[in-house]
C-alpha cells in the first residue's frame, strides 16, 4: 500500500457496477468515479502539477469532491481540503501557506477564492457537480493507476481551526489516512458493500472524509451525499436510499430527532450510528435511540490524529457518556501539567496519544510541532478521566476549564445538566469575567419552540442538580448557538451580552 488512491483502484476493479456514491437520487458506480478521477489526474500532469505539488479543494459535499480528491491522489498531488465559507483573507492563507498550485472550486465561492489567490497565484479551477467544466483544465492521457508514492509521504494537508493565531495544517500521510479509514470500515462500522453510508459530514473535514468517504471506498459501500447538511434532507435520504450507516455530530442527532419530520422517518434500515466532533449529550442519544431503534457509538480523534483513536467499539460492552477506548494501533493516555501520567481512576489528565494514526507534524511549523508532539506522544490538549478498563470520558477542551474562585469548573458538565431540562434546545457554558472569583460560570441556552420555562426556571432546576459553585450565575437565551462547519457548537465564539 503507497498511494491513498490505490483502494478506489482495488475496488473499481473488483466492483465495477457497485454504487460509490448516491446523489440527487442518481447512482454513480465505482467504475465511473475512478474514470473520471483518472481524467483530472492526467489533466493535472498536463497542466504541469507533479508529485508532491499541493492541490486544494473548495467544494460541498457533491460527487466532484471525490472525483477531484481520487484525482488529485492518483497524480501523486497532496490535497488541501478548504472550508467553502471561508473569505478571500483566510483562503490567501491557506493557498499561501500549503504553496497550492491549482484550486478545485465550487462556482459560488469562484470569486471569493479568485480574490484570494492574488498573492499566491494559485490557478482557480471552476467545478459543476461530476468534476471540473468542460475546457477549465488541459486535457491530458488519463492516470488510471497510481502514481507510486512513499507510506510516509504526505497524502493530505488539513488546516485545523486555530483557537488562537492562524490555523495549522496537519500532515496526514498515506499510511495514517489508509489504516484509520481501513479499521474504521472494517473493525469499527464492520461496513460491507451492502451498506450505504450517510454522508452528511463535509468532505473537506477528517470526519466526512476519512471516516466517510476513504472507508466507504475501502469497503466497496456505497456514499450518500447531500451537499450540505440540512436536517430534513438527512431524513428524506435515510428513508429513500435505505442508509445503514450514520456518521454525524451531536448536533446533527438533535436537529433530525427535533425535525417535524421526524416522526415520519423510516429508521429501519439503520444498523450502526458514530458520533463524533464533540461530546454527545446523553439526553439526546437516549432520545434517539428510543425513537429510532438503534445504537449510537461514540469515539473520539482531531485532525492531527487521523482522525480515530478510541471508540466504543461494537465487540466491547457500550459505556453511554464515554468515548470509548483506544483503537487497534493506537496509545492513549492521561497526563498533568508536568508530563507525569495519571494513572485510571486518579482523576483528570490531558490526553496523550501514539501510534500509527498520529501525523507527521504540522506543515512548514516544525516549532509547533515539536510543541504538540515532544516525546512521540501528540498531546490533545483535551482533559479527560480514564477507568480501569480503558475507557475515557471527555471531561473539557484544556483552554475550556473555568477557574471559580480556585474551583475548576468543567464546562461539559454543568451543560449535561442544562441539556437534562425539557425546554433546553442547546446550551453552552462559558467562563464569565469576575473581579472577586476571576471567572465566573455563564450559559447561553437556546430553548425549544414553544418552550414555558424562563430562565430563572432553568437556573433554578440546574442548581438543584449540581455543587452550588458550579450553576451558571449568568444565563441568557439565544436564538441558536454558533456553530462550526461540521455543526459543533463553538463554545470560543459565545459571549455574554452586556445586560446578562
Known amino acids: 500500500m503507497t498511494n491513498l488512491a490505490t483502494n478506489l483502484v482495488t475496488t473499481a476493479r473488483e466492483r465495477p457496477d457497485q454504487a460509490a456514491i448516491k446523489f440527487m437520487g442518481n447512482d454513480i458506480s465505482y467504475a465511473q468515479i475512478h474514470g473520471m478521477a483518472a481524467k483530472v489526474a492526467g489533466s493535472l500532469k498536463a497542466a504541469g502539477i507533479e508529485p508532491g505539488d499541493r492541490v486544494a479543494i473548495i467544494l460541498p459535499n457533491v460527487p466532484a469532491f471525490p472525483v477531484v480528491f481520487f484525482g488529485s491522489l492518483l497524480a501523486g498531488a497532496i490535497v488541501v481540503p478548504m472550508n467553502p465559507l471561508l473569505k478571500a483573507g483566510e483562503i490567501d492563507f491557506f493557498f499561501t501557506n500549503s504553496g497550492s498550485k491549482v484550486a478545485f472550486v465550487w462556482p459560488d ?44 509521504d504526505t497524502a493530505i494537508v488539513l488546516y485545523t481551526s486555530g483557537t488562537t493565531g492562524r490555523p495549522k ?58 451537499p450540505r447538511f440540512d436536517p430534513a434532507e438527512a431524513i428524506k435520504v435515510i428513508g429513500n436510499e435505505k442508509v445503514t450507516i450514520f456518521m454525524g455530530v451531536p448536533t ?72 470509548g477506548v483506544a483503537i487497534p494501533g493506537c496509545e492513549m493516555k492521561l497526563i498533568d501539567l508536568d508530563g507525569n501520567d495519571v494513572p485510571p481512576g486518579d482523576g483528570v489528565g490531558e490526553i496523550a496519544i501514539r501510534g500509527d ?26 482533559l479527560a478521566t480514564v477507568d480501569d478498563e480503558g475507557y475515557f470520558t471527555i471531561v473539557d477542551r484544556k483552554k475550556d476549564m473555568i477557574l471559580r474562585g480556585g474551583m475548576n469548573v468543567y464546562p461539559r458538565e454543568v451543560e449535561e445538566v442544562l441539556y437534562t431540562h425539557p425546554d433546553v434546545l442547546e446550551a453552552a457554558v462559558v467562563a464569565v469575567p469576575d473581579d472577586l472569583l476571576g471567572e465566573d460560570i455563564g450559559a447561553a441556552v437556546a430553548l425549544r419552540p414553544g418552550a414555558t420555562a424562563t430562565l430563572d426556571e432553568v437556573q433554578a ?22 456553530k462550526g462547519p461540521t455543526g459543533k457548537i463553538l463554545r470560543r465564539e459565545v459571549h455574554k451580552p452586556a445586560d446578562a
Not at 451498506?195 to 475501502?218: E, Q, R, S, T
Request: hydrophobic share 40%; with cysteine.
Open 252 to 323: 446533527m442527532y438533535a436537529a433530525i430527532l427535533n425535525h417535524p419530520d421526524s416522526d415520519a422517518l423510516d429508521a429501519t434500515s439503520l444498523r450502526t450510528c458514530c458520533s463524533g466532533g464533540s461530546a454527545m449529550p446523553l439526553e439526546v442519544m437516549k432520545a434517539f435511540e428510543s425513537k429510532f431503534g438503534c445504537m449510537i457509538l461514540e469515539g473520539y480523534g482531531l485532525s492531527e490524529t487521523s482522525p480515530v483513536a478510541s471508540f466504543n467499539m461494537p465487540t466491547m460492552e457500550r459505556k453511554p457518556g464515554t468515548i
Open 169 to 226: 495544517g496537519a500532515e496526514l500521510t498515506h499510511r495514517n489516512v489508509h489504516l484509520n479509514a481501513h479499521r474504521s470500515a472494517v473493525e469499527i462500522q464492520g461496513t460491507t458493500p451492502d451498506d450505504v453510508v450517510m454522508g452528511c459530514l463535509p468532505l473537506f473535514h477528517v470526519f466526512g472524509l476519512v471516516v466517510g468517504l476513504n472507508a466507504a471506498v475501502i469497503a466497496g459501500a456505497a456514499l450518500a451525499l447531500i
Open 461 to 482: 432546576f440546574v442548581k438543584e442538580k449540581i455543587a452550588a459553585y458550579k450553576y451558571p450565575r449568568h444565563l441568557w437565551q439565544v436564538d441558536e448557538l454558533p
Open 109 to 152: 465561492f469562484v470569486a471569493e477564492a479568485t480574490e484570494g489567490a492574488t498573492n499566491s497565484g494559485t490557478r482557480i479551477i471552476t467545478c459543476g457537480p461530476m468534476g471540473p467544466v468542460e475546457g477549465a483544465l488541459e486535457d491530458g492521457d488519463p492516470i488510471t493507476e497510481p502514481v507510486e508514492r512513499d507510506d510516509e
Open 357 to 382: 494514526n498520529v501525523m507527521k507534524g504540522y506543515w512548514q511549523n516544525p516549532e509547533a510541532t515539536a510543541e504538540a508532539i515532544p516525546d512521540g506522544w501528540f498531546r490533545t490538549g483535551d
